[in-house]
């Protein structure tokens, strides 16, 4: 059972609504005072409106490279989710802990919190590093700036840990992301003269089922990669938006839609495709009115993180763990980012399931805390017993 610390902790972040519309910064202040209180000076980096904050700081030597411990401190929304408890308050029923953020993922940062006394009571000989970022559901955009803090660093981490909620197993792999949206302008009429018009949201939709039809292939034909439960590149349309009336031929539609590629496929060569397809019939749209355009934009991208099998950070990892196995995940997380901009070698390793992530109801079981907060007590004990060598395959 996770001890009365964590769940202290992890009620208290869960009271924060840090839907990634909202700001972070209460939060962040508390995280900041609680470390405060235990001797550990750290660094908030805000981004542009000065309404959210990355936090970065350093637990132990400060002139050797250590061990990152990293988590995002956003969320996804209830609205429009039907909840049986309140998703800003921790329910605990049945060995499980719901609200939002419980394991996706203000779970793992409560134990990280919670080992903070330890870590700090320590002699260690290398380091812990705790990097704690804003927007990780929106695309990942708030860690690009603690990174740009960190590589200004004269010191950089050895190697990360990334605590998304993955059972407590070891991932070394996930698919890298690109999302897009695009605007199509047309000519309005009223419905009775159609033929006068040009139908945005039926261009828009002709668009759509080229994104399915790409779909389709890819699950049929690949490229494929071993190891994922669905191992080939999927093609999303999430949401759609056109049209005032039923008797007005719209003259604007949008959507937005992704890619989440494996390793062995580009996600800016598919969307040079998209926008062949896209210019194609927006020249089509132009011969009946020169007003008329479709507009596709790039909103946010992220790498795939793989991780070579014999990298010193799984070595070390299966040291904190009872789990022998390497593993794959479907969503995505900051770790290929950390892999490409800074070259630090990473895993995904934390308690909870993405099956109860983004849903109503999330919950993460207080037995898989437990067994994080037994990762946390191997890792002070191994830092402050032997140093972490480095390795920069990813």
């Known amino acids: 059972m996770a001890t009365a610390l964590t769940r202290t902790l992890l009620e208290t972040l869960i009271g924060f609504d840090t839907t990634s519309v909202h700001s972070n910064l209460a939060l962040m202040h508390f995280i900041q005072n609680y470390l405060q209180q235990h001797g550990v000076d750290s660094t908030l ?52 802990w719901y609200g939002r953020g419980t394991t996706d993922m203000k779970g793992f940062i409560a134990v990280v919190l919670a080992a903070v006394p330890d870590m700090v009571k320590q002699s260690l000989v290398m380091p812990i590093h705790l990097a704690f970022s804003y927007d990780e559901e929106i695309g990942c955009l708030g860690v690009r700036r603690l990174i740009d803090t960190v590589q200004t660093l004269p010191i950089q981490p050895a190697m990360a840990i990334i605590g998304e909620p993955t059972s407590m197993q070891i991932v070394t792999a996930h698919k890298g992301k690109l999302a897009g949206k695009v605007t199509v302008t047309g000519k309005a009429c009223h419905s009775g003269m159609a033929p006068l018009g040009v139908n945005a949201v039926n261009y828009a939709a002709r668009m759509v089922v080229w994104l399915e039809q790409l779909a389709r ?178």
Request: proline share 7%.
């Open 217 to 394: 292939d890819k699950q049929h034909n690949g490229p494929f990669a071993d190891g994922y439960e669905i191992p080939f590149t999927t093609v999303h349309t999430g949401t759609i938006q056109g049209g005032t009336a039923l008797n007005i031929v719209p003259d604007h539609c949008e959507f937005v839609f992704e890619f989440r590629n494996i390793a062995t496929e580009s996600p800016q060569d598919l969307l040079a495709l998209f926008k062949q397809y896209a210019n194609e019939l927006q020249q089509e749209m132009q011969a009946l009115d020169t007003g008329c355009r479709i507009d596709c934009r790039m909103t946010s991208e992220y790498p795939g993180l793989t991780t070579a099998s014999d990298a010193d950070v799984i070595h070390f990892v299966r040291q904190l763990t009872d789990q022998p196995g390497l593993h794959t995940i479907n969503f995505g997380t900051e770790g290929g980012l950390f892999c490409q901009a800074l070259g630090i070698p990473t895993v995904v390793c934390g308690p909870g399931s993405m099956d109860q992530g983004h849903k109503p109801d999330e919950f993460v079981e207080a037995a898989q805390l437990a067994q994080c907060e037994v990762m946390m007590q191997r890792l002070v004990a191994l830092l402050a017993e032997q140093p972490v060598s480095s390795q920069a395959d990813s």
């Open 45 to 96: 980096i805000h981004d542009e409106s000065g309404e959210k904050a990355n936090l970065y700081t350093t637990i132990g030597p400060q002139d050797i490279p250590g061990v990152m411990l990293s988590g995002h401190t956003d969320t996804v929304p209830v609205a429009g989710q039907h909840w049986h408890f309140p998703p800003f308050e921790l329910t605990a029923q049945q060995g499980r």
